[in-house]
């Protein structure tokens, strides 16, 4: 299988910490992502590393028992220990603060805690097997202080950090979940609900894991996934993963079922709105995208996998080490191993190699699986990292070898420009109020960096700029950016510029020196005369450039009947009768340059003897 | 409401009168309204140069400017005529107040309307100061400064430069423009307090963020007083690095032209000019900054009501003197590159004055540097009179006109209005005809002009 093949990958450059060992104990933090590597109980040390800090945190502490859990609070202001079942030790880590530890006892009597949450930096939740206590750290008071507590009796419970939100698992099944969404201070109880479980239940005992359960943010929505194992009793054909959608107002709705085709051991992530599932007994995973098209059947939606499945790439340990040392070639990871843990919604760690590896996505190869092309947009368009490959298939569509019908052409432009539109949309109502003295400071720099590498400048910039200074009446800068040619010569800025005359007459020059210059306007310059009555400039002009043989003699004598100037009538008549003679050996007009109205009136003006008499020769 | 008045020795003649140059024998300023009754004219008197005249004349000269004023405008009463001329000198009268009128001899009346337009620039207007203080302010404000500011009028060397009051634009590729206006911009940004920026080099405009009027008449106050009198020194040697010693500070070539001298010694005085711009409509009042590395010279104005500290300036020193010392010498490079380029290296063949109305962009061959004291033309003074009466002319029509003149001794003066812009060219060849001057102008044109519709 070639590497073009896989399209799961393990990142490059793991978190790494000391492997767990009987003396060495490690905590996996899911609010923070941090992983805890605690020496004999902290005496000997404790080391925190998190996927973004390449700087971990050491330090020590005392080893007053057993480590059940170690968690930071939000920017590692306060360290929170759980070494009993009813107690949480914590120490400030805020500078210039006491590092006197200080504890806290579960109000709840009789009550093992089973685990705490931090949801802010001073906030955390103690959950019980009675329920949870909502505490607030007072660091400087070194104590806390209860906010709010609820009495349920709890089997396990899960926290997505992600969303703030505790689910439980209650009743004697486990399987009825109670979420409960904490911000700020306040704890809001959501509606519980019930999760299907696939045989009848004919134990009474809890078979429900949270083992299988995660909860996680796809497309900004918070669901709870469920791995449904395969039953005898159902008809159906393997295992599969119910999403229960949780609002954040609402009851909780069962949306999506995702068909594995399988049976065995599965472990879930999320990565990029995508939920993918690991089959460790064929080390193999696939992936699903809830947006794509599935099988509605009325109340849920059916999901088969996007792609056939896959392994993750092949990955190689890069061996540390002194440098004389490191000779020796890196030795390839095992996947799927059964020491792997997975977190949501991205994390597979390995506590016995001792690494934390953040699962990617990579699309390219996924080009060549997906042969639909519309299905394979859609996918596409979803992704983050997306552009790139989207171009990629574009050209490739339009290339010799794998040209694309054009049918397939259209679909892929619809669905492109149906995520532009969405875009355009959005940017509309998207309106920023910036002072104008910015905005044209933004855009001269941005024309500076354009000029720098010779990119040539769109119009709508030069366009925005002269908007921008004639909304706030700075003609006199537009005029000063036009002396030095900062916005571009074209025929649409000379038009733009034109229409402005009324209220900046200068902007007439402007225009008129613009399409001199770009030597493509001559007609648009004798239009602008003749509009300003300037008939006999027109006519020098297009006498200089040498296209006065050419030009429609009506045209100037209407412009010069319009100005009541008798004389310039008669001089721009004139001027005509001579052309005639010379092209024509006649002075007169032909029918087909329509002037008879004209004639008409120089006779009326001047006289039937003013007419030029041919000559003859 | 206050009219000003100038009186000049008659100057130029005709070609048979001896010639005397032109100096200014008197210059008032009244107010008609301030002792309407007998025996209170010498109320009205809010300025008069020269002071040591006595009293009754000040009184009986007003008294016929005012005169000639109200009896001249039975006749026309929205264009009473401006100036009068007799035997031995010129009058001119001005109303800057209210209207300006058009004088027969354009280039005494500029001058006027340019004496007017100085005062406002470091003033404010008139009113502003009889609100402000009445009278007693007034007289003087204006006291303060026309007796300085007459002594620096050299009336013998006005001529059609001074008519337009233009503006002199450096020649610049579009991308070090760019750059100027990036640097503007960035400084804009980080001194906060600067509300509008000019930009020189060369003692030419390049950019200028003030409306054009305000501009015109601060290009001239920087071009023929505040530069040149900085020249001296910088011939001298000073204009080196100053600041070697501070360590960590960029070597650069900054230095105040305004404002303190010494940013070492902390006594330095952070005294700006103040001037005043838009006075018809938002009336401000703002320090000028001027600040120079090299030949690129940026004023900064900044709000009257900030008073600039030593730190400030300290500030301004270390963040604009090092970007403007690199920014001057990439604008002298990229000018030698574009002349190069052109081939204007060479003398130009052709003796012209050229003006825009629109923007009031001039440019001269005739005239040499402007210096305080006299303007250097390489043409005769009666050519340069020619050239006056051509603008004259010009001055009475709105349509596009050409004039060619047959000066002495094989000399042609050939005056273009095309638009709002008018050229004039000098041309000096043996037995030429008109035909010959007409093709010479063609050329000009066509080599100097072809990037501007100008028509032949």
Same mark, same amino acid.
């Given at each position: ?34 992983? /805890? ?8 040390? +404790? ?62 009597? $009789? ?39 609820? $009495?349920? $009796? ?13 689910? #439980? ?100 992530? +999320? ?117 790139? +490959? ?22 892929? /432009? ?23 003295? /910015? ?41 000063? /950016? ?10 649409? #800025? ?44 027109? #006519? ?47 002075? $007169? ?29 | *409401? ?5 009186? =000049?020795?008659?100057? =130029? ?16 300023? @009244? ?49 009473? =005529? ?33 004496? @007017?337009?100085? @005062? ?22 204006? &006291? ?30 579009? %991308? ?11 400084? &804009? ?13 060369? !003692? ?41 010693? %501070? ?46 590395? %090299? ?5 900064? *104005?900044? !709000? ?40 204007? &290296? ?11 109305? *629109? ?59 095309? !638009?709002?812009? &008018? ?34």
């Amino acid at each position: 299988m070639g590497e073009e093949d896989y399209y799961l990958e393990l990142c490059e450059r793991p978190v790494q910490f000391e492997k767990a060992n009987p003396v060495n104990c490690v905590f996996f933090d899911e609010a923070n992502k941090q992983v /805890f590597a605690v020496r004999s109980g902290g005496a000997t040390g +404790v080391v925190v590393k998190g996927p973004d800090d390449r700087n971990p945190i050491s330090f020590r502490m005392e080893d007053k028992g057993e480590v059940k859990c170690i968690k930071f609070s939000l920017e590692n202001k306060i360290l929170a220990v759980q070494r009993t079942s009813k107690t949480v030790d914590f120490s400030n880590f805020i500078p210039d603060s006491s590092q006197l530890e200080y504890t806290q006892e579960c109000k709840t009597k $009789n009550a093992h805690i089973l685990g705490f949450c931090w949801t802010s930096s001073t906030e955390i939740v103690f959950i019980t097997d009675q329920g949870i206590e909502f505490y607030q750290v007072l660091p400087e008071k070194r104590s806390l202080k209860l906010l709010k507590s609820q $009495n349920i $009796n709890v089997n396990w419970y899960m926290y997505c950090p992600e969303s703030a939100v505790i689910l #439980l698992s209650t009743t004697v099944l486990g399987n009825v979940l109670q979420p409960f969404y904490f911000r700020a201070g306040t704890m809001t109880k959501l509606p519980k609900f019930e999760i299907e479980l696939p045989a009848a239940p004919k134990s009474t005992k809890l078979n429900f894991s949270e083992r299988d359960i995660a909860m996680a943010i796809i497309y900004g929505q918070l669901y709870v996934l469920f791995l449904r194992h395969h039953s005898r009793t159902s008809n159906s054909t393997g295992a599969e993963v119910v999403l229960y959608h949780l609002p954040r107002e609402g009851a909780c709705k069962k949306m999506h079922i995702l068909k594995l085709n399988r049976t065995g051991k599965f472990a879930l992530n +999320v990565v990029d709105n995508l939920v993918v599932v690991h089959h460790q007994d064929t080390e193999t995973s696939v992936i699903f995208d809830i947006k794509l098209r599935g099988e509605f059947d009325g109340t849920v939606t059916f999901h088969h996998p996007v792609l056939p499945a896959r392994s993750i790439q092949p990955y190689q340990i890069p061996v540390a080490g002194p440098a004389p040392v490191t000779s020796q070639s890196p030795v390839p990871c095992k996947l799927y191993s059964s020491s792997w843990i997975v977190f949501q919604p991205d994390i597979i760690i390995s506590a016995s190699q001792g690494y934390l590896w953040n699962l990617q996505v990579k699309l390219q190869p996924i080009v060549n699986l997906l042969p639909d092309k519309g299905r394979l947009m859609d996918f596409l368009l979803q992704r983050k990292e997306c552009k790139m +490959v989207i171009l990629s298939v574009c050209s490739q569509m339009l290339s010799e070898s794998d040209r694309a019908t054009l049918p397939v052409l259209a679909t892929v /432009f619809d669905k492109l420009n149906h995520e532009y539109k969405k875009y355009l949309d959005a940017e509309q109502s998207y309106t920023m109020e910036m002072p104008h003295k /910015f905005v044209i400071a933004v855009l001269m720099e941005y024309i500076r960096s354009l000029n720098q590498f010779q990119i040539a400048v769109q119009h709508y910039l030069h366009e925005l700029v002269i908007k921008t200074l004639v909304q706030h009446n700075l003609f006199y800068m537009l005029h000063q /950016f036009l002396q030095y040619h900062v916005l571009s010569d074209s025929k649409p #800025l000379a038009c733009l510029l034109l229409s402005l005359e009324s209220f900046y007459p200068p902007a007439h020059q402007l225009s008129l020196d613009m399409l001199k210059r770009l030597s493509t306007a001559n007609d648009e310059i004798v239009e602008v005369l003749l509009s300003k009555h300037q008939v006999l400039a027109a #006519l020098r002009f297009i006498r200089g450039i040498g296209g006065h043989d050419n030009i429609s003699a009506r045209k100037f004598l209407d412009a010069a009947k319009q100005t009541e100037d008798n004389m310039l009538f008669y001089t721009i008549f004139r001027f005509f009768e001579q052309r005639n003679q010379r092209l024509r050996g006649n002075p $007169n007009f032909t029918p087909g340059e329509h002037c008879e109205e004209h004639v008409a009136f120089f006779k009326q003006v001047f006289g039937e003897q003013a007419l030029m008499r041919p000559t003859t020769f | *409401m206050a009219a000003a008045a100038a009186g =000049a020795g008659a100057g =130029a003649g005709t070609a048979q009168e001896k010639q005397f140059p032109p100096a200014l024998l008197s210059f008032f300023i @009244y107010n008609p309204r301030f002792g309407p009754r007998e025996g209170e004219e010498e109320n009205k008197i809010l300025f008069y140069y020269p002071n040591e005249v006595e009293k009754n004349e000040k009184i009986r000269n007003v008294g016929l400017c005012e005169a000639i004023v109200q009896f001249t405008r039975t006749f026309s009463p929205s264009k009473p =005529a401006k100036s009068l001329h007799t035997q031995k000198n010129r009058q001119f009268f001005n109303e800057p107040e209210d209207n300006f009128w058009m004088v027969m001899d354009k280039v005494y009346s500029s001058v006027l309307q340019q004496c @007017y337009s100085m @005062y406002k620039l470091f003033n404010g207007t008139f009113l502003r100061a009889m609100e402000d203080g009445g009278v007693k302010l007034l007289k003087e404000r204006l &006291e303060k400064f026309f007796h300085r500011y007459l002594q620096t009028l050299h009336l013998q060397s006005c001529d059609l430069l001074d008519i337009f009051g233009g503006i002199s634009f450096f020649p610049l590729d579009k %991308m070090t423009y760019l750059k100027i206006q990036s640097f503007i911009n960035r400084m &804009e940004e980080s001194l906060s307090v600067v509300k509008y920026t000019a930009f020189l080099y060369n !003692d030419q405009l390049i950019w200028s963020g003030l409306e054009q009027d305000d501009m015109r008449i601060l290009y001239k106050y920087l071009t023929t007083s505040l530069f040149p009198r900085h020249i001296e020194p910088e011939l001298a040697g000073r204009d080196s690095p100053i600041r070697t010693e %501070m360590p960590g500070n960029l070597q650069h070539y900054g230095r105040f032209l305004t404002g303190p001298l010494n940013l070492n010694d902390p006594e330095a005085k952070c005294r700006f000019p103040r001037i005043f711009v838009n006075t018809d409509d938002t009336y401000e009042a703002l320090h000028l900054i001027v600040y120079k590395a %090299m030949s690129a010279a940026v004023c900064f *104005m900044i !709000d009257a009501s900030i008073q600039p500290t030593l730190d400030f300036c300290r500030r301004l020193d270390s963040i604009v003197g090092p970007q403007l010392t690199v920014l001057a010498s990439d604008i002298c490079e990229q000018f030698n590159i574009n002349k190069r380029i052109s081939g204007s &290296e060479k003398e130009p063949q052709f003796k012209f004055i050229y003006f825009n109305h *629109m923007n009031l962009a001039e440019k001269s061959t005739i005239h040499m540097r402007k210096t305080p004291s006299l303007s250097l033309t390489s043409v005769h003074p009666d050519l340069m009179k020619i050239l006056g009466d051509i603008n004259s002319d010009f001055a009475r029509v709105d349509e596009d006109e050409e004039i060619i003149v047959k000066a002495m001794s094989d000399y042609w003066v050939v005056g273009k209005k095309s !638009d709002q812009r &008018e050229l004039y060219v000098i041309l000096n060849q043996k037995n030429a005809n008109l035909i010959e001057v007409n093709e010479e102008v063609k050329k000009l044109c066509a080599t100097q002009f072809n990037n501007i519709f100008f028509l032949d």
